[in-house]
Structures are given as structure tokens and as C-alpha cells.
């Protein structure tokens, strides 16, 4: 069984808010902590770069905490002085209180899911006999700490459903311990495995052990070592993991990854090896019969992946196809002038392919919106999945001898749905809706096309109430990502729901780097390219400001992650064009940042000022080498978790300590969540606060009032 999965990467969202006149000065009585400032230049090919807060990289030093903690306390008295802050906060407690299910999994006659109840801090396992059977919860990760912030990373199912892989952590550190679940007791095996963390589990048919992905175990590597030099190995229960057998590693470049997955027949292990986050990869063939490793495409050039099926490997690749078409891979003679294409080359983009009932399902993106097709193992057209209009398809699960397929789906106003597809009869009913405390029938989602600086097309979902009076005096929730390849898809929300109800816009454009239209837009929007997403979200917000949809005043920028960069990008770049700007755990040090934690994985994304030429780019557009002491900027807050172990919250300590020191306007705040790291884990109690924080600092900072 196979589980595929697609997470929209984004900020939390939006507030309702309409305006209030006679607001004040958002920045008015705002007094900082006092910061040091230290003379530290840096030589980068002859040009000198001064970086005045390198202290403030230390996490460990204990002035760098009683700094965090003078800054978390401006910050609070700032946010706690809204009137409207507790009111905010209960009711987005109210409207994140209804259940969720995300897409099973089949095995043995079982169904494994994860389900949160509305409010727990932790979405449990639980085990169901059959479709129409009862459940039970299997893995509760509620009780592995008091205040829900231990997290189950991720989990696998056996192919029997005997055992359950999991991955936990605490903190949102995401350093997964592996431990085994055995399904009849509910008990966990003696089996415990550090060094987990982004597992990929493959297990043996008859269920004696798997094959898997890790990283050095702790204390063998220098701590910078931890998050690289990963290996795929098998271990077989009840062994000593130190003692498990090396499968495939890359010592000679420690930023290669793994992802590992077993043919139906059980005679091949497929490897994926990846070059840091990119999707381009080599594929590994190991014949389990002979013990043989082949290596079937070579260079990290294209995309590659898919999955093996009674001896084929049918290949999804980018290989002189930016937009993705599918190879059949006979594994008795794989060499590549002997591989066949089934499907060619269209206008959408692919996204992914699963062989689900002895079928190929092929997931693809129609202008930013999913739809899946199905597909004859020799790529004859069969049809397709009847999916609601503009929803995205977030997982979808199947087994390859079952006709029975799950897929998840959901719309700006279309909350998470489990939807069953029989493959034999080509229907489709619902398997799961939440009952949620709303309406959705008064609101409307459009698409438009917007004009960027170079001309290139770029399109952008805008969700708002079905009366929308275009005058400019709504407010607007711009958000953005643009990286990476992924895609921003039609997504629901409780709380962008909630901002629609009060008369609020929600727009997310589909930016350069992303993956919505294919690898050439992915490739328009990296490296020396990275302007352009930048450029597209300007492009976005001047056309809700010319059309009627807000106005500058009333507009709010927010992006995580790499749209924490974006976002940094544009407080820096265009300052005029925002009302507020919000930043979360974000890339703003843009010539340090693959200095820590994992960001060596993002250097074939963004370059490395190491490279001279790919320097200059980089300083051109670094956040936090791009603040002036001569401009007015927006409004800001910066957030970002203790325990982010993805992008070090030194980027936005650094930035902060900058703006408070030379920039004008303002106010720049700072909360650093304790116990969290980049969201991923993050407990429900914690999410629902922090949103709470953001949407009072835009109430205050905009002069607005929650109706």
C-alpha cells in the first residue's frame, strides 16, 4: 500500500476586521530593548558587508535569551493592549472546533487515519476494520506530554497492518525517534531508532523489518553533521540498529537525501536519491532476489520518480519535458534508450502518478487547480475522477490489487473531505465531511490573471463574500510562497472563512518558482531568477489595489518560510505598496543562511554567496542587507519558534534588532514561540494563539475593529 500526500505550505491567515476611525500611531510609546551593535565585516570577493548582529546568532548564548525574552515582552504588552484580543481568540477557538480526518490507509482489511476530535493539540491514529467498521485510537500522541508538544512526525503501515513506523519529537524539532506499534495490543515493540527524522519506511511483506532512511545517530558527527549524511539501511525487528545493514549512501556529498519504496511483487526496492530539496533526482533499483543495486538514471538534472509494478517502473519525469511525462521502465533491460513512453507531454503540469486497482492514477494541475486522470498501464485514456470544481487533492491512498481509492480534497470554501473512488464501477462517494459550525454559500472564489513586471502572465485565486462591493475600502490578505516547486492550491481554512464572513479578501497568487506550471515556472523563479517572485507579488497586490479589491492602506502582506523571505523581500523592496507586513519564521540573512541547521539542502534552490556570481544576486535582494536608514516601513511583525530547526530564528532576531535600530515607521515587533519550531507539530492550543497575536497586531496597526 502507498500513501501520497501534498501539503500547501503557508502562513496562518486572515482576521475579519472593518475600519475604525481615529486610530493611532501604530508605532506610538513603542520603547525596544536596547541592543548592542558590534563592528563585524565580512570580505566576500572585495566587497566589504557589515553584519553589526551576528551575536544574535547564538541560540545557546544566555544574552541572546534575555534579549528574546525583553523582545517577547514588548511584543506581549503591544498585542495584550488590543481590547479585541480575547475576543479574537475564542473565536477562533470556536471555529477550529470541528472534526478532521485526514486520507486512510489500507492494510489487512484495516483503515489507518489520522482524526482530531476539533481541538486536541495532537491528531491521533486510529484503526478501523473496514470501511464501515469500528475504530479505535492506536497511537495517541496527547499523552506523551502535558502541554501537546510532543508530535507524531509521520507514520507506516506494515502490509498486513501487524505494525505501525512512527516517528515522534518533541518541541517541533522534528529529530524523530522510530518506534514500532503493534496493531493487536496497542503496545510498542522494543525496537527504538534515533536519528529519524524525515523518515521513509518500506516494509517487507511478511512484516519481519523494513528498509528506511537515517541520519547519523547523535553524538557519532559534529552537531553541524547531524542533519546531513543520511543513509538507507534495513533493519529487521528486534535487532540492534547499529548493527543494520548499509543499503546505499553518498558520503562523498553529504546533502544527497533518500526516499525508499517496495515493488507489489516484493522483488524490488526503489531508491530516490535527492540533491538537498530539489525535485531533480537518481534513481536506485536493488533486485531483492540477487541482491543487485542499479543505477537507472544518473545526475541530478530532471525529475524522476514512481513507482515499480510487476517488474516495470513507470517513471514520471521532467526530462526534456518541463511539464512532466510518463516513461514505462521493463526492469530486465532498464537502460534508457529501451524505456517507452505511455504518456507525453501536455499543457498541464504532472504532478505525481500512483498505480491504484491495477491502474495508473495521474494527478495534474489545470491553471492551479487538481484534477486525476486515469490512466491504462500503457497510458490509454480511461477517464477520470469527478472532483468538485477547483479543490486541491491533498493525498490520496490505494492499494494495487484493491479497486477501493481514498482521496482527500479541499476548496477555499470546501473544508477536508475524504472521498472513495471504485475503480471497477468508476464512482465516487463520500467518506468522510466534517460537520462545521459556518456557512459556505455566500461567498465566491474567482481566478484572475495578473500582469508582472516583465510581462508574464500570473494568476491568483481572490476568495470574498458574493456582495463584494469593489470600492477599496475592504480589507485584504495578501499571501504568497513562490519556491520550491510547490504549488498553492485552493486550500480551506476555518479562519480565512472567517475573515470572508466579515467582509475581508483572501488572495493568493500562484508566483514564479512554484510548481503550478511546471519546471520552467519552478526555474523562472530560482537562484538568479528569485526577483521574479518577488516582482509577481507586487504584480498581485497593485491589481487588488487597481481594481477595487483594497487599498494599500487596507492591504496586509504574510509569508512563511520561504515566504517569510518573500514577505522580508517585499518590506524591503516595496515598503509603499503595504499596510502591514507580517513575517513568519523566515529566510532574511540570505548570505549566512546555509550556514545553519538544514539549509545546505536549499542551496541548489537559492545559490550560495560562497559563489561569487550567485553572491551578487543574493545581496541584492538579502532582506536584511537591504534595510535603510532613510525609509518609512510598514508595520511589522516578525515570528518565529525557539525549536525551529529548519530556518534558524536568528533571520528574524537579526532583522528585528536592525529595524528597531535604523529603520523609521514601524512599530517591529518580535515573538518567538517557546517549545515550537518552524509549525510543523505545533500544538492546536499554540497555533490558535498565535494566530490570535498576528490578527490583533493587524487590528491595531490598521486601525481596524473586529465587528
Same mark, same amino acid.
Given at each position: 500500500?502507498?500513501?501520497?500526500?501534498?501539503?500547501?505550505?503557508?502562513?496562518?491567515?486572515?482576521?475579519?476586521?472593518?475600519?475604525?476611525?481615529?486610530?493611532?500611531?501604530?508605532?506610538?510609546?513603542?520603547?525596544?530593548?536596547?541592543?548592542?551593535?558590534?563592528?563585524?565585516?565580512?570580505?566576500?570577493?572585495?566587497?566589504?558587508?557589515?553584519?553589526?548582529?551576528?551575536?544574535?546568532?547564538?541560540?545557546?548564548? +544566555?544574552?541572546?535569551?534575555?534579549?528574546?525574552?525583553?523582545?517577547?515582552?514588548?511584543?506581549?504588552?503591544?498585542?495584550?493592549?488590543?481590547?479585541?484580543?480575547?475576543?479574537?481568540?475564542? %473565536?477562533?477557538?470556536?471555529?477550529?472546533?470541528?472534526?478532521?480526518?485526514?486520507?486512510?490507509?489500507?492494510?489487512?482489511?484495516?483503515?489507518?487515519?489520522?482524526?482530531?476530535?476539533?481541538?486536541?493539540?495532537?491528531?491521533?491514529?486510529?484503526?478501523?476494520?473496514?470501511?464501515?467498521?469500528?475504530?479505535?485510537?492506536?497511537?495517541?500522541?496527547?499523552?506523551?506530554?502535558?502541554?501537546?508538544?510532543?508530535?507524531?512526525?509521520?507514520?507506516?503501515? !506494515?502490509? @498486513?497492518? @501487524?505494525?505501525?513506523?512512527?516517528?515522534?519529537?518533541?518541541?517541533?524539532?522534528?529529530?524523530?525517534?522510530?518506534?514500532?506499534?503493534?496493531?493487536?495490543?496497542?503496545?510498542?515493540?522494543?525496537?527504538?531508532?534515533?536519528?529519524?527524522?524525515?523518515?521513509?519506511?518500506?516494509?517487507?511483506?511478511?512484516?519481519?523489518?523494513?528498509?528506511?532512511?537515517?541520519? +547519523?545517530?547523535? *553524538?557519532?558527527?559534529? $552537531?553541524?553533521?547531524?542533519?546531513?549524511?543520511?543513509?538507507?539501511?534495513?533493519? %529487521?525487528?528486534?535487532?540492534?540498529?547499529?548493527?543494520?545493514?548499509?543499503?546505499?549512501?553518498?558520503?562523498?556529498?553529504?546533502?544527497?537525501?533518500?526516499?525508499?519504496?517496495?515493488?507489489?511483487?516484493?522483488?524490488?526496492?526503489?531508491?530516490?536519491? =535527492?540533491?538537498?530539496?530539489?525535485?531533480?533526482?537518481?534513481?536506485?533499483?536493488?533486485?531483492?532476489? !540477487?541482491?543487485?543495486?542499479?543505477?537507472? &538514471?544518473?545526475?541530478? /538534472?530532471?525529475?524522476?520518480?514512481?513507482?515499480?509494478?510487476?517488474?516495470?517502473?513507470?517513471?514520471?519525469?521532467?526530462?526534456?519535458?518541463?511539464?512532466?511525462?510518463?516513461?514505462?521502465?521493463?526492469?530486465?533491460?532498464?537502460?534508457?534508450?529501451?524505456?517507452?513512453?505511455?504518456?507525453?507531454?501536455?499543457?498541464?503540469?504532472?504532478? !505525481?502518478?500512483?498505480? =491504484?486497482?491495477?491502474?495508473?492514477?495521474? $494527478?495534474?494541475? /489545470?491553471?492551479?487547480?487538481?484534477?486525476? #486522470?486515469?490512466?491504462?498501464?500503457?497510458?490509454?485514456?480511461?477517464?477520470?475522477?469527478?472532483?468538485?470544481?477547483?479543490?486541491?487533492?491533498?493525498?490520496?491512498?490505494?492499494?494495487?490489487?484493491?479497486?477501493?481509492?481514498?482521496?482527500?480534497?479541499?476548496?477555499?470554501?470546501?473544508?477536508?473531505?475524504?472521498?472513495?473512488?471504485?475503480?471497477?464501477?468508476?464512482?465516487?462517494?463520500?467518506?468522510?465531511?466534517?460537520?462545521?459550525?459556518?456557512?459556505? #454559500?455566500?461567498?465566491?472564489?474567482?481566478?484572475?490573471?495578473?500582469?508582472? %513586471?516583465?510581462?508574464?502572465?500570473?494568476?491568483?485565486?481572490?476568495? /470574498?463574500?458574493?456582495?463584494?462591493?469593489?470600492?477599496?475600502?475592504?480589507?485584504?490578505?495578501?499571501?504568497?510562497?513562490?519556491?520550491?516547486?510547490?504549488?498553492?492550491?485552493?486550500?480551506?481554512?476555518?479562519?480565512?472563512?472567517?475573515?470572508?464572513?466579515?467582509?475581508?479578501?483572501?488572495?493568493?497568487?500562484?508566483?514564479?518558482?512554484?510548481?503550478?506550471?511546471?519546471?520552467?515556472?519552478?526555474?523562472?523563479?530560482?537562484?538568479?531568477?528569485?526577483?521574479?517572485?518577488? #516582482?509577481?507579488?507586487?504584480?498581485?497586490? $497593485?491589481?487588488?489595489?487597481?481594481?477595487?479589491?483594497?487599498?494599500?492602506?487596507?492591504?496586509?502582506?504574510?509569508?512563511?518560510?520561504?515566504?517569510?523571505?518573500? &514577505?522580508?523581500?517585499?518590506?524591503?523592496?516595496?515598503?509603499?505598496?503595504?499596510?502591514?507586513?507580517?513575517?513568519?519564521?523566515?529566510?532574511?540573512?540570505?548570505? %549566512?543562511?546555509?550556514?545553519?541547521?538544514?539549509?545546505?539542502?536549499?542551496?541548489?534552490?537559492?545559490?550560495?554567496?560562497?559563489?561569487?556570481?550567485?553572491? @551578487?544576486?543574493?545581496?541584492?535582494? !538579502?532582506?536584511?542587507?537591504?534595510?535603510?536608514?532613510?525609509?518609512?516601513?510598514? +508595520?511589522?511583525?516578525?515570528?518565529?519558534?525557539?525549536?525551529?530547526?529548519?530556518?534558524?530564528?536568528? /533571520?528574524?532576531?537579526?532583522?528585528?534588532?536592525?529595524?528597531?535600530?535604523?529603520?523609521?515607521?514601524?512599530?517591529?515587533?518580535?515573538?518567538?514561540?517557546?517549545?515550537?519550531?518552524? *509549525?510543523?507539530?505545533?500544538? &492546536?492550543?499554540?497555533?490558535?494563539?498565535?494566530?490570535?497575536?498576528?490578527?490583533?497586531?493587524?487590528?491595531?496597526?490598521?486601525?481596524?475593529?473586529?465587528?
Amino acid at each position: 500500500m502507498r500513501t501520497f500526500t501534498k501539503e500547501t505550505v503557508l502562513g496562518a491567515l486572515a482576521l475579519a476586521v472593518c475600519l475604525a476611525g481615529g486610530a493611532e500611531s501604530p508605532g506610538a510609546g513603542i520603547s525596544y530593548p536596547a541592543t548592542r551593535a558590534e563592528k563585524v565585516t565580512d570580505d566576500y570577493f572585495g566587497t566589504a558587508i557589515s553584519d553589526p548582529y551576528r551575536w544574535l546568532e547564538n541560540g545557546e548564548s +544566555p544574552e541572546v535569551a534575555a534579549w528574546t525574552e525583553a523582545q517577547n515582552a514588548v511584543t506581549r504588552r503591544y498585542l495584550d493592549a488590543v481590547p479585541a484580543r480575547p475576543a479574537i481568540a475564542k %473565536r477562533l477557538k470556536a471555529l477550529w472546533n470541528y472534526e478532521k480526518m485526514d486520507t486512510p490507509v489500507e492494510a489487512g482489511g484495516l483503515l489507518f487515519y489520522t482524526k482530531n476530535d476539533g481541538l486536541q493539540n495532537q491528531s491521533p491514529l486510529y484503526v478501523q476494520e473496514g470501511p464501515e467498521g469500528a475504530s479505535r485510537v492506536l497511537i495517541d500522541p496527547n499523552t506523551l506530554s502535558a502541554d501537546g508538544t510532543v508530535a507524531m512526525d509521520w507514520w507506516y503501515v !506494515s502490509e @498486513k497492518g @501487524k505494525y505501525v513506523a512512527y516517528g515522534t519529537s518533541p518541541n517541533g524539532t522534528e529529530q524523530s525517534v522510530l518506534r514500532i506499534r503493534e496493531t493487536a495490543t496497542g503496545r510498542d515493540l522494543s525496537d527504538v531508532i534515533d536519528g529519524c527524522r524525515f523518515s521513509s519506511v518500506a516494509w517487507l511483506p511478511d512484516e519481519t523489518g523494513f528498509y528506511y532512511t537515517r541520519f +547519523p545517530k547523535p *553524538g557519532t558527527v559534529p $552537531e553541524n553533521e547531524r542533519n546531513y549524511n543520511r543513509k538507507v539501511l534495513f533493519h %529487521r525487528l528486534g535487532d540492534d540498529p547499529e548493527a543494520d545493514t548499509l543499503v546505499l549512501a553518498c558520503p562523498a556529498k553529504k546533502e544527497i537525501g533518500f526516499g525508499v519504496a517496495l515493488s507489489n511483487d516484493a522483488n524490488h526496492l526503489l531508491i530516490s536519491a =535527492y540533491e538537498g530539496s530539489d525535485r531533480s533526482t537518481e534513481i536506485w533499483v536493488k533486485d531483492l532476489r !540477487s541482491g543487485a543495486l542499479v543505477q537507472i &538514471t544518473r545526475g541530478f /538534472h530532471d525529475q524522476y520518480e514512481g513507482e515499480i509494478y510487476n517488474g516495470v517502473f513507470y517513471c514520471l519525469t521532467t526530462e526534456g519535458a518541463p511539464n512532466g511525462r510518463v516513461f514505462a521502465v521493463d526492469l530486465v533491460d532498464p537502460r534508457r534508450e529501451k524505456w517507452t513512453e505511455i504518456i507525453p507531454e501536455g499543457k498541464d503540469s504532472l504532478d !505525481s502518478i500512483a498505480i =491504484y486497482g491495477g491502474r495508473l492514477f495521474v $494527478e495534474s494541475l /489545470h491553471n492551479a487547480t487538481c484534477r486525476v #486522470d486515469i490512466r491504462g498501464l500503457d497510458g490509454k485514456d480511461l477517464g477520470s475522477v469527478p472532483l468538485p470544481p477547483m479543490v486541491s487533492v491533498s493525498g490520496t491512498s490505494g492499494r494495487w490489487d484493491s479497486r477501493r481509492v481514498f482521496l482527500t480534497v479541499s476548496g477555499f470554501t470546501l473544508p477536508k473531505t475524504v472521498l472513495r473512488y471504485d475503480v471497477g464501477e468508476g464512482s465516487l462517494a463520500t467518506f468522510f465531511a466534517p460537520r462545521v459550525p459556518f456557512r459556505t #454559500d455566500d461567498f465566491a472564489t474567482e481566478q484572475v490573471w495578473v500582469t508582472s %513586471r516583465d510581462g508574464t502572465k500570473v494568476s491568483m485565486f481572490v476568495a /470574498h463574500k458574493k456582495d463584494l462591493r469593489r470600492d477599496g475600502t475592504a480589507p485584504c490578505y495578501l499571501t504568497g510562497y513562490g519556491g520550491f516547486t510547490i504549488s498553492e492550491t485552493p486550500f480551506f481554512s476555518p479562519v480565512v472563512l472567517w475573515w470572508l464572513e466579515q467582509g475581508g479578501v483572501f488572495a493568493l497568487p500562484n508566483l514564479r518558482g512554484g510548481g503550478e506550471y511546471g519546471e520552467a515556472w519552478h526555474r523562472a523563479g530560482m537562484r538568479e531568477k528569485k526577483q521574479n517572485v518577488f #516582482d509577481d507579488f507586487y504584480a498581485a497586490a $497593485e491589481f487588488l489595489v487597481a481594481n477595487g479589491y483594497t487599498s494599500k492602506e487596507r492591504l496586509a502582506a504574510e509569508g512563511g518560510s520561504n515566504g517569510g523571505l518573500l &514577505t522580508g523581500a517585499a518590506l524591503t523592496q516595496r515598503p509603499d505598496l503595504f499596510g502591514a507586513v507580517v513575517i513568519e519564521v523566515p529566510l532574511l540573512d540570505m548570505l %549566512r543562511y546555509h550556514r545553519f541547521s538544514i539549509a545546505r539542502y536549499w542551496i541548489p534552490e537559492y545559490g550560495s554567496s560562497e559563489d561569487p556570481e550567485q553572491f @551578487k544576486y543574493l545581496r541584492a535582494y !538579502s532582506p536584511y542587507h537591504n534595510v535603510r536608514g532613510d525609509v518609512t516601513y510598514p +508595520p511589522t511583525l516578525l515570528m518565529t519558534g525557539a525549536s525551529d530547526s529548519r530556518v534558524d530564528p536568528l /533571520h528574524a532576531r537579526k532583522m528585528a534588532a536592525l529595524l528597531q535600530a535604523e529603520g523609521k515607521g514601524g512599530p517591529f515587533l518580535l515573538r518567538v514561540e517557546t517549545k515550537a519550531g518552524h *509549525g510543523q507539530g505545533k500544538p &492546536t492550543a499554540k497555533r490558535i494563539e498565535e494566530a490570535a497575536d498576528r490578527f490583533a497586531f493587524l487590528v491595531r496597526t490598521l486601525g481596524m475593529k473586529v465587528r
